[in-house]
C-alpha cells in the first residue's frame, strides 16, 4: 500500500496540507474509501501526515492522516486508525507508556519518541565509560519506565580499555542489571541482542562515538534505503525527513532518534534519583531518619551498605554527584 502511486490531485492535496500546516482536510473520497478501525503504532511522523503500521500485520503500513482532534503524535505512539485507498486516518492516540523528549533549536522540549518499553545503553573500550554516565541513563530508565540493557560495543578492541570497561559491566551485572557485550565489527553478540530487543520497542542510547549507528546497521540493514524511499513518498521537499523512526528487528521494534543522548535530571526528586539504584531500593527503609540525606546522616542505611562494601564505591560516589544535582526541593 505505501508503494501505491499518488494521483495529481492527492499530491497537490498533500503538498497544501504540508504547506499551511493546519489540519488536515478528510474530504468524502478519502472518508468513503475507509476500512474498519483498528490498532496500529507511528513509524515515522511527516508534519501533517504519519506513516503508520497495523500491529497485527506488518504488511501494512500507510501513510495518514489525524482528525482535527486527535491529540499530537510522535513516533511509536499507539493508535486507532483506519486505512484507506491511498491514505488513511488516525482517529485516536493509545494510552502512553512514557514519552521521551529532547530540546529543539530554541531549548523548547520537544516530543521525540512514545513508548519505549527498553533503552539499550551502549558502552564501548573507546571512548571509556563513567559510571556516572551510566548511571544518569539508569535514573531516566527507572524515571520514564523503560528497563535498562548495559551493552558493551566494540569487544573486538583488545587490551586494558576492554579490561576496564568489562570491569564496569560485571559491576553492573552483579547488581542485577542486564548486561551484553557486541561487537558490530564481527557480528559477536548480535544475536544476543536481537534475541533482547525481541517483542520490545526498544532504543538505543550512549555518548557519540560508542558505534551506535553500526549497530544500529547491523539490526536493520535496510534502513537508509527505507528512509530514503519514504523521503521519496512526499511530493514537497520540505519536511520530508523525520527526526524519528521505528524500524522492525525481528519481532520487536527499534525507534532510531538521532537526538536523544542525555536525560535532564533537574526536574526529578531525590527519590527519583535514588530509585535509579536498584541496590539502595531495600535500604532506604532502614535508615534512621525519615529525612536522612544519605550523605552524611548519622544511622544511615546506606552509608552502612557501601561501608559494608554492598554499595559498590563508584556507585556511591554516582549516587551522590546525582542527588546533588536533582531538584531538591521536590
Ligand atoms: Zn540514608
Known amino acids: 500500500m505505501a508503494k501505491r502511486r499518488l494521483t495529481k490531485r492527492q ?17 468524502t473520497e478519502i472518508e468513503s474509501s475507509l476500512q474498519a478501525e483498528q490498532a ?12 503508520v503500521q ?20 510522535v513516533v511509536g505512539d499507539k493508535v ?11 482517529n485516536n492516540r493509545l494510552p502512553r ?32 565509560a563513567y559510571y556516572n554516565f551510566i548511571d544518569r541513563y539508569l535514573v531516566a530508565c527507572e524515571y520514564h519506565n523503560m528497563q535498562p540493557v548495559l551493552v558493551l560495543n566494540k569487544i573486538d578492541i583488545e587490551g586494558d580499555t576492554l579490561d576496564a ?12 542489571y ?31 562515538g560508542v558505534g551506535k549507528s553500526s549497530l544500529t546497521n547491523e539490526l536493520i540493514p535496510d534502513a537508509n534505503t527505507a528512509v530514503g524511499a519514504l523521503s521519496h513518498v512526499a511530493p514537497s521537499g520540505r519536511h ?12 520487536g521494534g527499534l525507534i532510531d532518534s538521532p537526538g536523544i543522548r542525555e536525560f535532564s535530571l533537574n526536574h526529578m526528586s531525590q527519590n527519583d534519583i535514588l530509585a535509579g539504584f536498584m541496590e539502595c531500593q531495600a535500604l532506604l527503609e532502614h535508615c534512621k531518619f525519615r529525612d536522612c540525606s544519605h550523605q552524611n546522616t548519622k544511622g544511615c542505611a546506606i552509608i552502612a551498605a557501601a561501608e559494608a562494601g554492598i554499595i559498590p564505591e563508584p556507585r556511591l560516589r554516582s549516587l551522590y554527584v546525582l542527588l546533588n544535582e536533582c531538584d531538591q526541593s521536590l
Open 240 to 251: 520530508t525527513t523525520t527526526a524519528s523512526h521505528w524500524y522492525a528487528v525481528g519481532d
Open 80 to 90: 486507532l486508525w483506519q486505512a484507506g485507498l491511498d491514505i488513511g486516518v488516525v
Open 165 to 176: 570497561s568489562r570491569e564496569i559491566l560485571q559491576l553492573y551485572r552483579d547488581i542485577g
Open 40 to 51: 496500529g503504532f507511528v513509524v515515522a511522523h511527516f508534519g501533517t501526515q504519519v506513516l
Open 97 to 128: 507508556r512514557n514519552m521521551l523528549e529532547r530540546p529543539d533549536h530554541r531549548g523548547k522540549p520537544r516530543a521525540v519518541a512514545a513508548n519505549i518499553e527498553k533503552l539499550f545503553v551502549v558502552i564501548a573500550p573507546e571512548p571509556p
Open 11 to 27: 499530491q497537490a492535496r498533500i503538498a497544501q496540507n504540508q504547506e499551511s500546516k493546519g489540519p488536515a482536510v478528510i474530504d
Open 178 to 208: 542486564e548486561c551484553l557485550e557486541v561487537s558490530s565489527t564481527t557480528g559477536q553478540g548480535l544475536d544476543e541482542l536481537r534475541q533482547a530487543i525481541s517483542g520490545h520497542q526498544i532504543m538505543l542510547a550512549g555518548q557519540s
Open 54 to 73: 497495523s500491529t497485527g500485520n506488518s504488511n501494512v503500513q500507510q501513510r495518514a492522516y489525524m482528525r482535527a482532534n486527535t491529540p499530537a503524535l
